[in-house]
């Protein structure tokens, strides 16, 4: 049973500096992509980054420059560095694993995940 557990979240001033975490649990994390979505009240959910087995990365382009996704494999760990947040940033942020072992096309879409925490909210006040 895979598990995925986010933490970091918050509320913060536009401008500052997040990194929210993802703990997976129950198959081997380095074989897989994983990603990070967001989704806003009202909205539906939005690709936000992902990152291959292999270590590539990928964005939105409403977060490139600003978001690092990045994964420490020995600690089964995924995390997403979010600075110079701005108040369009709000919204509930999941982690997902990828359902596809060693997957040969970079998965941008919801349902190329098998696997989601429960959310972590990240509210930016402006």
């Known amino acids: 049973q895979v598990q995925l557990v986010e933490s970091g979240g918050g509320l913060v001033q536009a401008g500052v500096s997040l990194r929210l975490s993802c703990l997976a649990s129950?198959?081997?994390?380095?074989?897989?992509?994983m990603g990070w979505f967001r989704q806003a009240p009202g909205k539906e959910r939005e690709f936000v980054a992902t990152?291959?087995?292999?270590?590539?990365?990928y964005y939105a382009d409403s977060v490139k420059g600003r978001f690092t996704i990045s994964r420490d494999n020995p600690k089964n760990t995924l995390y997403l560095q979010m600075n110079s947040l701005k108040p369009d940033d709000t919204a509930v942020y999941y982690c997902?694993?990828?359902?596809?072992?060693?997957?040969?096309?970079?998965?941008?879409?919801?349902?190329?995940?098998?696997?989601w925490g429960q959310g972590t909210q990240v509210t930016v006040s402006s």
């Open positions: 997902a694993a990828d359902a596809m072992y060693r997957r040969a096309v970079v998965p941008f879409r919801p349902y190329e995940y098998a696997y």
């Open positions: 129950g198959r081997t994390f380095s074989n897989y992509a």
């Open positions: 990152i291959t087995w292999s270590g590539t990365t």
